[in-house]
């Protein structure tokens, strides 16, 4: 079976764990000639919201920001000195891992990349709770790496 790969999504949470993950995805994506997406999710204010006022939710909001573009701008220094094209998408107010499989099917994605312990990794030790459920929904391939 001879499997095309001409765009990579890496999702990236900007924790040192998902490092691993951003140059296994940039590497396929140069032995392929792939394109890459580099995708950030800023995760829904609803709870920071309910636990801490209005002021502090907004307070999270632009460190998520700021978080994001950090974490999509490692992704394009990677793919820079690889000769990969990477185009950075930060998705705001949404839960991670539907973000990533919803964009994956979205935008004809042919293989998705994350890590398994991000930020959330106390939570999930085995495969952390954003990889695993990417990996149960997404109808796309899909590459855990540790």
């Known amino acids: 079976m001879n499997v095309e790969i001409s765009k990579v999504l890496i999702a990236t949470d900007g924790s040192e764990n998902v490092k691993n993950a951003v140059n296994w995805g940039i590497g ?3 032995a392929n000639d792939a394109k890459v997406t580099a995708l950030y999710v800023i995760p829904p204010s609803g709870i920071s919201l309910a636990m ?14 700021d978080e994001g573009q950090k974490a999509v701008e490692h ?3 990677a ?3 690889e000769g990969v094209e990477v185009k950075p998408v930060i998705i705001d107010d949404k839960n991670p891992s539907d973000a990533i499989v919803d964009y994956a099917s979205e935008n004809d994605i042919d293989l ?6 991000g930020r959330t990794g106390l ?3 085995m495969l952390g709770s954003v990889a695993e459920n990417v990996v149960r929904r ?3 391939q899909v590459l855990v790496v540790p």
């Open 112 to 117: 998705i990349v994350v890590g398994t312990l």
């Open 28 to 30: 396929l994506a140069k």
């Open 79 to 81: 793919g820079k000195k």
């Open 52 to 65: 801490r006022g209005e002021m502090w939710a907004k307070g999270m909001k632009e460190h998520f920001k």
């Open 123 to 125: 939570n999930h030790i």
């Open 138 to 140: 997404s109808k796309k």
């Open 75 to 77: 992704v394009m220094g």
